[in-house]
């Protein structure tokens, strides 16, 4: 069975450009998660989908990301426009249930750096 | 301050060797703990989960929790080569997960 998918796993732009990122979870996974890691920190949650819907988006930074799950499968983090303090890895995690026994799948991740 | 603390390290051991890492944590609310360990250019992979205090053992594992003195630990016997990554503690309130900033370990032969 195919794991948490990132796509790409690398992604390089400057400052003021839009960055797509995409995160196929494990099939029949209807919770998905966006984390972020930015250098010398601890990895952040960013937001949450239970299949289409946002159940928790506390985490995003501000209103340049927006991110999406269109028919509760795989999802896109867009970032528009990109700043320098954006930099870091993006991972995706998915599980089966949510709560404290869900067992979260993280994908490898995507390195975004801004020039 | 953060809400979970974990040294970074690095932390470099020989094979064989007993390993300890521990977290400290600031918020009363949380229940469920959980360790990760996270392999160079990977995601962050499930190790173990505690909910409360107390022990759980796993193998060479044994993750230890006392929400006393908020405080938790991950115990690593006869370490081996193949236990050099990184460590991160997590734990959570009820939804969302709050990791500490991860301890890097070397198991060397």
């Known amino acids: 069975e195919a794991g948490v998918t990132q796509f790409p796993s690398h992604s390089v732009i400057e400052k003021g450009q839009t960055v797509t990122l995409r995160c196929d979870p494990i099939s029949g996974h209807d919770n998905l998660y966006w984390y972020r890691r930015v250098m010398g920190k601890e990895i952040k949650f960013l937001l949450h989908?239970?299949?289409?819907?946002?159940?928790?988006e506390s985490g995003m930074p501000n209103n340049r990301f927006l991110a999406e799950r269109t028919g509760g499968t795989y999802s896109t983090l867009k970032v528009q426009p990109a700043e320098l303090e954006d930099s870091g890895v993006y991972f995706c995690?998915?599980?089966?249930?949510?709560?404290?026994?869900?067992?979260?799948?993280f994908g490898s991740g995507t390195q975004l750096s801004v020039l | 301050q953060k809400e979970v603390e974990q040294d970074p390290g690095p932390l470099s051991v020989p094979e064989g060797a007993i390993v300890s890492l521990n977290c400290t944590y600031s918020n009363s609310a949380f229940q469920y703990f959980m360790w990760y360990r996270q392999y160079s250019r990977k995601g962050p992979e499930l190790l173990m989960y505690?909910?409360?205090?107390g022990n759980k053992e796993d193998g060479r594992f044994t993750a230890q929790v006392d929400k006393s003195s908020k405080y938790i630990s991950l115990f690593i016997r006869d370490s081996q080569p193949s236990d050099s990554a990184t460590y991160l503690c997590a734990m959570s309130a009820d939804l969302g997960l709050t990791f500490g900033e991860g301890t890097q370990l070397t198991v060397n032969p």
């Open positions: 989908f239970v299949k289409e819907s946002k159940q928790d």
């Open positions: 995690a998915s599980s089966q249930v949510s709560g404290w026994n869900e067992k979260l799948f």
């Open positions: 505690t909910y409360s205090s």
